[in-house]
């Protein structure tokens, strides 16, 4: 079975190729009838997107997926349903971005140590939005040189730790990223929790100072989550009692992660995180 709603995909607003209203006539095109556009640390593309939603009859709620560092790993978290123009989110999405260009110029020279001369001006050139220069664009541009057959496997050989053209960055903490969004009137998801690199143990931490924080849900399903790891979180999701949220994490067709618009279901037990927006 599948469920008609999408609280997880991007644009070319941040790292996605297709612009805001394209990935609305896309995830609409396949029976969509929820979705938040969730571009990185970046919100210029939900009017376009809510308008595009309300034209297509499909029920449009603001995202935005923030980048976290929450002790030595990277973290993304969620926002739903938020005021995108409350200050409080505004102000802290705007500091985000500020360091994203100094870290995108590291990664550069740390490829060109190897050899890869020119990343910084390929990155840009797959980048729409000059502000957010992401891994994607990277990995886009060693696809387009070469280096790689596909993003996936520049993930293998590049732009992770202990490889050439990742560098460590500190990004918004998590106490803040979640204040920005409750402030703005949002729910805060922990992202595609199996995408990170972390016993059970430290998990369970995690979830604890989440949920002490402010946080109110979990992508249970996502687009990199297969079977098990989507049974796993709706378990630790009824724990903890979080709400359970699902989107495909949709950037590209053919770059991972499956396209906008329809997930499987939740796992039995779990409580829907967009039961907060749903209307008759």
């Given amino acids: 079975m599948t469920t008609p709603v999408d609280l997880h995909c ?9 612009p805001p209203r394209e990935v609305v006539r896309k995830a609409a095109g396949r029976g969509c009838k929820m979705l938040a556009l969730t571009d990185h640390d970046d919100t210029r593309g939900l009017a376009d997107a809510a308008d595009e939603a309300a ?14 560092s929450w002790g030595k790993h990277t973290l993304h978290i969620v926002g739903l349903g938020f005021d995108p123009a409350h200050p409080a989110i505004a102000e802290g999405l705007a500091t985000v971005r500020a360091g994203r260009y100094e870290r995108a110029q590291r990664m550069s020279d740390s490829l060109a140590k190897v050899g890869i001369e020119g990343a910084m001006e390929g990155a840009q050139r797959h980048a729409d939005n000059p502000e957010i220069l992401s891994r994607t664009h990277f990995a886009r541009f060693l696809v387009e040189t070469g280096r790689c057959k596909d ?7 590049y732009l992770v730790r202990g490889k050439p053209g990742y560098v460590e960055h500190e990004w918004a ?5 979640v204040e920005w969004i409750r402030a703005a009137g949002g729910v805060a998801v922990l992202a595609h929790p199996a995408r990170y690199d972390m016993g059970n143990e430290t998990m369970r931490v995690l979830l604890t100072e989440f949920k002490r924080l402010g946080g109110e849900g979990i ?4 687009g990199v989550h ?5 049974a796993r979180f709706g378990r630790l999701a009824q724990e903890f009692g979080y709400l ?10 053919g770059e991972g992660a499956r396209d906008p618009g329809l997930n499987p279901d939740l796992p039995d037990g779990c409580t829907p995180v967009w039961s907060r927006w749903m209307t008759a």
């Fill in 151 to 157: 993003t996936k496997s520049v993930f293998h050989k």
């Fill in 173 to 177: 903490r998590l106490h803040d990223a």
């Fill in 244 to 253: 359970a949220s699902s989107g495909t994490d949709f950037h590209a067709t």
């Fill in 219 to 222: 992508e249970v399903v996502s």
């Fill in 226 to 230: 297969g079977v098990h790891e989507a």
């Fill in 10 to 18: 991007h644009s070319n607003v941040s790292d996605g190729l297709l």
């Fill in 55 to 68: 034209l297509l009859g499909v029920q449009f709620v603001n995202g935005v997926e923030v980048s976290v």
